[in-house]
Structure formats: structure tokens, C-alpha cells
């Protein structure tokens, strides 16, 4: 199944008043957040950004630059 597709149950099951759902596995170029899903994994392994969020009020994403990258 395309990527797309596959991430399609984002949008159906965020939700604007639940915890949010810190999640990651599948790569993506930038961070991103629909609702209470906030997407982190931007591929630090292949030499990408490495990102983090801190929650408190309002969620805040911050990334870096990966050295080197482990898997080519």
C-alpha cells in the first residue's frame, strides 16, 4: 500500500481534546503534528534530522542535523 494511504488513519483519529501521540518508525522529511499526532522520526539514521518534542502547554518541536549517517 502506498505511504499515504498507510498514514491515512492520521487524520481519521486525531482529535483536537485526547493526549497527544508521540509516534515515529516511518521516516518523513520534516516533523509534523495533525490534532494530537506529532510525528518525530525524520530520519536520523540516513543522515537527516534528528528531532525531539517537549510538551507542556503547547507541544514544541526542535530538530538538528545528524553528524553522519549510520545507514546509507
Known sequence: M?????????????????PYHVFGHVAAK????????????TGSVHGNLLTSVSISYKPF???RKSRQAMIT
Open 2 to 18: 502506498p505511504l499515504e494511504g498507510q498514514l491515512a488513519f492520521l487524520q481519521e483519529e486525531s482529535a483536537k481534546n485526547h
Open 30 to 41: 520534516q516533523s509534523f503534528r495533525i490534532g494530537n499526532k506529532i510525528h518525530i522520526d
Open 61 to 63: 518541536m526542535k530538530s
